[in-house]
């Protein structure tokens, strides 16, 4: 059909390399389909992946404010002083 090797097909499947676009053209016209069922899934793959990290990282900010509502000095002195290290390493990789 597209003359395309087997482990060339397995590095499009593990992501080792992309599809070519005129691949996907060709696959469409074969199987008939629209282009985008091809794409939809990976677009909606994207938006559930960045979804789930919201959510981790709202559960992440609730857990934080629950230990700062505790009012404990000493673990709202260690939990600051925890952010604080974890953000200054943070800060140095993105000047790299």
Known sequence: ???VAYTQIYSYETGKFKIPL???LNLAEIFKVDLNYFISDFNTGK???Q???DTELEN???KVKEIYNLKDESLNFG???C???IYAVAVKKALK
């Open 51 to 53: 979804n789930k990290k």
């Open 1 to 3: 059909m597209l003359n």
């Open 22 to 24: 005129d691949y996907l």
């Open 47 to 49: 938006k559930e992946a």
């Open 60 to 62: 992440l900010v609730y």
């Open 79 to 81: 939990l600051e002083k």
């Open 83 to 85: 952010i604080e290290s």
